[in-house]
C-alpha cells in the first residue's frame, strides 16, 4: 500500500535527531543527561509503531521504500541497540572527556541511515543510507577530542569507509549498465532472464559486496575494525560491533535471498563468499589470541562473528540469520557493558592485567561478564550456543560440510581467549589496585536486560522464531 505511514518511523527519528541538536545549541547544560531522556522518548514511541505496524505493509517513493515485516524487525533491534547505547553513554560522557550534547544527536542520525538501508529496495537510496550511517560514525568515533587515539579512529574510518564506499558506487555503476535499473529486484530479475551472466555484471555485484564487506568487518576487509574500536568511546565501540554489522547483512539478505534462488548455478559469487567467511572466522579468532586489551579481543571477536553470520547467508537460511543477529545483540553490548562499568572518572581499565581479580572483588560485573563470554564462545544453555547451532544445521542441510566443520573449528579457538578472560578475573591475583565508579544505574540496568537476553533466548527461543518466521515469510519471493 503506497502511504506516508512508510516515512513515519524514519521521520520521528530525523525530528528527534534535529531537536536534540538544537536543545544542545540553545540549551547548553553541563549535564547532557536530559538530551538521552529525549531520545529514548523518541525511540520508543518509535517501537510502538514498530508493534503497531507489523501486520501492514506500507511502501513510498514508487516502491523504493517499504515498511515489511523485515524492516520493521531489523527496526527494533536498531531501536534497542541504541537504546542500550544511549542508557550506557550517560555517565561515561561526563567521566570520559566526551560530554557532548551531539553524542545522542549523531547516535539518532546513523540510526536513520539504518533505517533507510534495511527498508529501501533501491541501491542508489541505499547508498545515501549508508554515507547518512557512515558520516555520523566518523564524527562518533572521534568525539574524544583530546584523546590521539580517537582522532586516529576517527580518520581511519574516515579514509577507510570513503575508499569502501567507493567501490560500492562503482559495482553500482556496473550493475545499472548491465540491467538498466538500480533496484534490487530489476537488478535480479536481469540475473533471471539474462542465459549467460554478463562480466560488467558478475563484477559490479562483487564490488557492491566489497563495499558492504568493509561494513559488516569481514576478511580482507576487516583492517579498520581493531584500531577504531580501541580509539572510539567505548559505547560507540558497541554501538558500531552491532549497528553497521546488522544493516550490513540486513542488505545482503535481501539481494542474495533472491539470488541463490534465480542464478543456483552461478559459481563465482558463491566461492567469493565462500572464501570470505572462512578466512573471516580463522583470522579474526586467531589474531584474537594474541591481543591483551580487552576492546581489541571484541574487535576481533566481531570479526570472527561476521563469519559465521556469512555461514547463513551462503546456508540460504534467513530464519537463522535473524536469530544469530538478535543474540549477538545481547551478548556483545552485555560484554561491552561490563567493560565499561569498569571505569572511574578520566580511566578505563582495558587490559587483561587490570581483570586481575575482578571477579571477587566486584562479584556481580564479574558473574555477568562470564556469562556474556561464554555466550559469545557459544556454550549452553546461552543464546550463543542455539545461535551456532541454527546457523550450523542450516549449512549442514544445504551440504556446507566443510564450511561447517572449519566453522566448529574457529569456534573452539575462540574459547581460548574468551575463558582466558575469566581466568584473569577469578584465577590470578591482582597485581595493581583498581577502583571503579558504580554509582551507574542506567549501565547496570543494561547488564540485567542483556543477561535476561541471552538466556531467555537461549532457554526459551521459541517466540522470537515464531516472529522471525513471519518477517522472513512475509517476503516477496
Request: charge should be positive; charged fraction near 10%; proline fraction near 3%.
Amino acid at each position: 500500500m503506497n502511504s506516508l505511514f512508510a516515512l513515519l518511523p524514519l521521520v520521528i527519528i530525523v525530528i528527534a535527531s534535529l531537536l536534540v541538536l538544537l536543545l544542545e545549541v540553545f540549551l547548553k547544560k553541563e549535564n547532557k543527561n536530559y538530551l538521552g531522556f529525549i531520545s529514548l522518548f523518541f525511540l520508543i514511541v518509535c517501537a510502538i509503531l514498530y508493534f503497531r505496524f507489523w501486520n501492514e505493509e506500507f511502501s513510498y517513493f514508487k516502491g523504493s521504500l517499504v515498511l515489511d515485516k523485515l524492516s520493521l524487525f531489523f527496526f527494533f533491534i536498531f531501536a534497542v541497540a541504541v537504546s542500550f547505547v544511549i542508557l550506557l553513554s550517560m555517565k561515561y560522557i561526563s567521566l570520559q572527556d566526551a560530554n557532548h550534547g551531539e553524542f545522542y544527536a549523531l547516535l539518532l542520525f546513523a540510526l536513520s541511515g539504518m533505517m533507510i538501508m534495511v527498508s529501501s529496495s533501491s541501491l542508489v537510496i541505499i547508498f545515501l543510507g549508508l554515507e547518512v550511517l557512515s558520516i555520523s560514525s566518523y564524527a562518533l568515533a572521534g568525539l574524544k577530542r583530546k584523546d590521539k587515539k580517537s582522532s586516529e579512529a576517527a580518520i581511519k574510518y574516515f579514509l577507510l569507509g570513503s575508499f569502501a564506499s567507493g567501490f560500492f558506487v562503482y559495482g553500482l555503476a556496473l550493475l545499472y549498465g548491465a540491467s538498466h535499473s538500480t533496484d534490487i529486484s530489476g537488478i535480479l530479475d536481469y540475473f533471471r532472464s539474462s542465459p549467460e551472466l554478463s562480466l560488467m555484471a558478475t563484477i559490479g555485484l562483487g564490488l557492491v559486496i566489497i563495499g558492504f564487506g568493509f561494513k559488516i568487518a569481514v576478511v580482507p576487509f576487516h583492517m579498520w575494525t581493531p584500531d577504531v574500536y580501541e580509539g572510539a568511546p567505548t559505547p560507540i565501540t558497541a554501538f558500531f560491533s552491532i549497528g553497521p554489522k546488522a544493516v550490513g547483512f540486513a542488505v545482503l539478505l535481501r539481494i542474495f535471498l533472491y539470488y541463490w534462488r534465480i542464478t543456483p548455478e552461478s559459481q563465482a559469487i558463491f566461492w567469493l563468499l565462500w572464501i570470505i567467511s572462512v578466512l573471516t572466522m580463522l583470522v579474526g579468532n586467531l589474531i584474537a589470541l594474541r591481543q591483551t586489551n580487552l576492546k581489541r579481543i571484541l574487535a576481533y571477536s566481531s570479526i570472527a562473528h561476521a563469519g559465521y553470520l556469512m555461514v547463513a547467508i551462503l546456508a540460504r537460511d534467513g530464519s537463522s540469520l535473524l536469530f544469530y543477529l538478535a543474540a549477538y545483540l545481547f551478548m556483545n553490548l552485555g560484554a561491552f557493558a561490563a567493560v565499561i562499568a569498569l571505569s572511574k572518572k578520566g580511566k578505563e581499565y582495558l587490559e587483561l592485567d587490570d581483570y586481575a581479580g575482578v571477579g571477587f572483588k566486584y562479584p556481580w560485573i564479574g558473574a555477568t561478564f562470564t556469562i556474556f563470554l561464554l555466550s559469545l564462545a557459544g556454550f549452553p544453555p546461552t543464546a550463543g550456543f542455539l545461535a551456532k547451532f541454527y546457523v550450523f544445521s542450516a549449512a549442514v542441510r544445504e551440504g556446507l560440510v566443510p564450511l561447517v566443520i572449519i566453522g566448529v573449528l574457529a569456534s573452539l579457538i575462540s574459547v581460548f581467549y574468551y575463558l582466558r578472560i575469566v581466568v584473569y578475573m577469578y584465577m590470578r591475583e591482582p597485581s595493581r589496585e583498581i577502583a571503579i565508579h558504580l554509582e551507574n544505574p542506567a549501565l547496570f540496568l543494561v547488564i540485567f536486560l542483556c543477561l535476561y537476553g541471552v538466556l531467555q533466548l537461549g532457554i526459551f527461543p521459541g517466540n522470537i522464531l515464531l516472529i522471525i518466521r513471519e518477517a522472513i515469510n512475509a517476503l516477496p519471493f
